[in-house]
């Protein structure tokens, strides 16, 4: 079946501007994350959401950062102003309850 | 926090070589252990995992085994193949309200020539 899917692949944009990410998970997965990884980095956490619950934004670092999801399908990660230190790879997976993450093929954003 | 290290990169070996990408941890209670992979232009896969002490996960012959007592889960494999070239990431999820929010390690980035 499907897997997860982001879009676009890859964005380069100019310091100051507003960028969106899109993520389309699974069918029926309930869960939904984002994370980013910077070069030569690991993998941070930055939000997570389940079901109808408030999502846990603990990883997002800072104020410029939001992502919303509709129900338990789409998820839109905003980043405001965009600065040089934001050129990462911005993965989103998705799960069921409890069971591991599949992941996305990411989107490659540069700041210049 | 939580955190995971995982050696350094790049490993470099020849096909049939024996791998052992090295992985410690640090958490608080009882975490699970993940091991991730990523092929060249594809999006990070499960590769194995393990849910309390002593579990060994495995699958497509590479192997791993959680020891609490040296907070380790080493990722091994006998006899590595040229299509195992890829990026190794070690993981862990502590079961928080994140849900199954992972901590990961920088990744291990693996050749194996012909």
């Known amino acids: 079946g499907a897997g997860v899917s982001q879009s676009p692949s890859n964005k380069v944009t100019e310091k100051g501007k507003d960028v969106e990410l899109r993520c389309d998970p699974i069918s029926g997965h309930t869960a939904l994350y984002w994370y980013r990884q910077r070069l030569g980095q690991g993998l941070e956490f930055l939000i997570y959401f389940q079901g109808n619950s408030a999502p846990d934004k603990s990883g997002l670092p800072s104020d410029r950062f939001s992502a919303e999801r509709t129900g338990e399908s789409v998820s839109t990660l905003t980043i405001q102003r965009t600065q040089q230190e934001d050129s990462a790879v911005y993965l989103c997976a998705s799960s069921s309850l409890r069971t591991s993450l599949d992941f996305g093929p990411g989107t490659r954003l540069l700041v210049l | 926090g939580n955190s995971v290290t995982q050696m350094e990169g790049p490993v470099t070996l020849s096909e049939e070589a024996f791998l052992t990408i090295n992985c410690t941890y640090t958490a608080t209670g009882y975490p699970s252990l993940f091991w991730y992979v990523q092929y060249p232009g594809e999006g990070l896969q499960l590769l194995l995992k393990a849910t309390k002490a002593d579990d060994k996960g495995s699958n497509k012959g590479f192997e791993a085994t959680y020891r609490k007592e040296t907070t380790s889960f080493h990722l091994e494999k006998g006899s590595v193949q040229v299509s195992d070239s890829a990026v190794y990431f070690c993981?862990?999820?502590?079961?928080?309200?994140?849900?199954?929010?992972?901590?990961f390690g920088k990744g291990t980035s693996l050749l194996v020539t012909p």
């Open positions: 993981a862990l999820s502590d079961n928080s309200n994140s849900g199954y929010a992972l901590n």
